[in-house]
Structures are given as structure tokens and as C-alpha cells.
């Protein structure tokens, strides 16, 4: 019963989360890839990743300051920053990766549509995960504005977005993106939006998720370029190689 106040409280942001996960689960574009993205979330790399950052998050939680560590960055220029970041990743990102997946089918461009596609199946992993979580969880966040703390949905979407883009376009994308990713952590903190372990738990399922998404692009890329090798031997004895 405790799930029904908080569904009638829907920010802007969780109804776009929710338009992403609809518009996923219902294109038929990406539902192979989807189910392929759920399944890899069990394989051994993305549980390894959970399972650390579920004890990261676990002992933070044991530790920390049930107060929360609000204002603990200089507020300049640090304010600023906090609150660009809060909207890139917040309403702004599934609205991005939908974009970007419309906007590569439309141009036929196979590079921006295959990112765009990416993005959205990690995300819809990465905020079905961490909404679920909310709501079972109700943990009340550090400046007391509503109980959806546990985990951070901003640290799993910019996780997930540095892990998926890392590996499409790599490090020189990559690292910026996770300094990036792991600053809207400490923003959040400092925001007085999260506490510590809701950032790592965040931070791990969107990683976790990106890491999923990326390994069915990485298995698609190893069908398309895979091949077999054969020997076929005559009436006469003549051996003949074969590759396709």
C-alpha cells in the first residue's frame, strides 16, 4: 500500500523515465536487443560489478551521516555546475538518447542510430532497476523532500551513458564522460538530494547496465565479422579449401 502515495507523486523527471521505458519495451526495433540486454545483466561482468557496488554502498550506508553532507563543495562555482548537472542527467537525458535513436533512423546514419538505440536500452534497464528500488525502499532523502533517495537515478544514467558511449567511441570519450559521471555523484551529495550509499548503488546499476547494452552491440559486431573455415576433398583426392 505504501507504493500508491508515491506513484501519485510522479516528478517530470520519472514520467520521462517512464516514457523511456514504455517506448522501449514497446518498439519493435529494440525489443530482441532488450530481452538480450535483461539477459546479460547475468552474466559475469555486470554481477560482478553489482555485487561490488552493493557492498560499497552497504558499508557507506553504515557509516554516513544519516543528517547527509549537504553544501560539503564550495558553493562557487560548484552551484552552478550542480544544477546543470542535475538537468543533463535528470529530465534531459532520456529525452537525449530517445532523440538521438530517432534522430539516427531518420538520417540513416547506422553510427547515431545503433548509440541512440544503446543508450535507451541501458537506461531502460538503469531506471527500471533504480525505480523499483525507490519505491520499495522509500528512504527518505537528506533535504526531506520526498522518500525516493535509495538509489541516485541521475548517478545510474550518467554511468550508464559513460559506459555505453566508452565503448562506442572510447577512452577519448569515455574518461571525460566518467569524470563527469562520477562529479554527478558527489553533485547529488552535495545537493542534499542523496547520501553517499545512494550514489554508489546508483552509480553500480547504471554501469551495470551500460556494460549489458554494450555486450549485445560487442556480440552483433563479432556475428558480422565472424567466419568458417572448411576442407573438401574430390573424387580425385584434390583438397580444397573454403571460407564464408
Partial sequence: ??????????????????????????????????????????TPVPLSVIAAGAGGSYFAFTTEDQE??????????????????????????????LSLWIAGKLSDSDQIEATGEEMCRGLFYSYG??????LTTARTRP???????????H?????????????????????????????????????????????????TIGTACGIASSMVASNEEGKSISFSFSLSINTQGRITPGIW
Fill in 1 to 42: 500500500m505504501k507504493l500508491l502515495p508515491q506513484l501519485r507523486n510522479f516528478s517530470p523527471s520519472n514520467i520521462l523515465i517512464a516514457v523511456v521505458i514504455a517506448t522501449v519495451a514497446w518498439s519493435q526495433d529494440l525489443m530482441d536487443n532488450t530481452l538480450e540486454t535483461g539477459k546479460n545483466l547475468f
Fill in 143 to 153: 533535504d526531506g523532500s520526498n522518500n525516493r533517495s535509495f538509489p541516485s537515478a
Fill in 155 to 203: 548517478a545510474a544514467g550518467a554511468s550508464c551513458t559513460a559506459a555505453v558511449l566508452w565503448h562506442r567511441y572510447g577512452a577519448e570519450v569515455g574518461v571525460p564522460l566518467t569524470a563527469l559521471a562520477l562529479y554527478t555523484c558527489f553533485s547529488r551529495i552535495n545537493l542534499g538530494k542523496h547520501f553517499p550509499s545512494d550514489v554508489i548503488m546508483g552509480a
Fill in 68 to 97: 547527509g553532507y549537504r553544501s560539503f563543495l564550495p558553493e562557487r562555482p560548484f552551484d552552478a555546475v550542480d544544477k546543470a548537472s542535475d538537468f543533463v542527467f535528470g529530465e534531459a537525458l532520456p529525452v537525449s538518447a
Fill in 129 to 134: 532497476i533504480v525505480q523499483t528500488l525507490k
